[in-house]
């Protein structure tokens, strides 16, 4: 059992910056491969980045490509998200997500576990 919990959210100006962590538990952490969504109420989760269990992998989602950079320290048991950039566009609840495998996907249903989200608020 992994779990896993946000912090960082809050509100920024638009061009401003934040950054994304994910705090997770178990002795596995660095055997699994690990993604950041993001959902605003009313719409779909949207994927935006993953990364595999080594950080040598990572792909990112053509809206927040070259803006956002996502990075692990196994030694840590954390995972980040450097939001650069930001966009009023990029207002979501966040949320972190770990897979039972050192592989990359952009699926949120291939996830296994799932934190409980932080907010993310991007004035104009």
């Known amino acids: 059992q992994v779990q896993l919990v946000e912090s960082g959210g809050g509100l920024v100006q638009a061009g401003g910056s934040l950054r994304l962590s994910c705090a997770a538990s178990?002795?596995?952490?660095?055997?699994?491969?690990m993604g950041w969504f993001r959902q605003v109420p009313g719409k779909e989760r949207e994927f935006v980045a993953t990364?595999?269990?080594?950080?040598?992998?990572?792909y990112y989602a053509d809206s927040v490509k070259g803006r956002f950079t996502i990075s692990r320290d196994n030694a840590k048991n954390t995972m980040y998200l450097q939001m650069n950039s930001l966009k009023p566009e990029d207002t979501a609840v966040y949320y972190c997500?770990?897979?039972?495998?050192?592989?990359?996907?952009?699926?949120?249903?291939?996830?296994?576990?799932w934190g409980q989200g932080t907010q993310v608020t991007v004035s104009s």
């Open positions: 990364i595999n269990w080594s950080g040598s992998s990572t």
């Open positions: 178990g002795r596995t952490f660095s055997s699994y491969a």
């Open positions: 997500a770990a897979r039972s495998s050192s592989s990359i996907t952009t699926t949120d249903r291939r996830y296994d576990y």
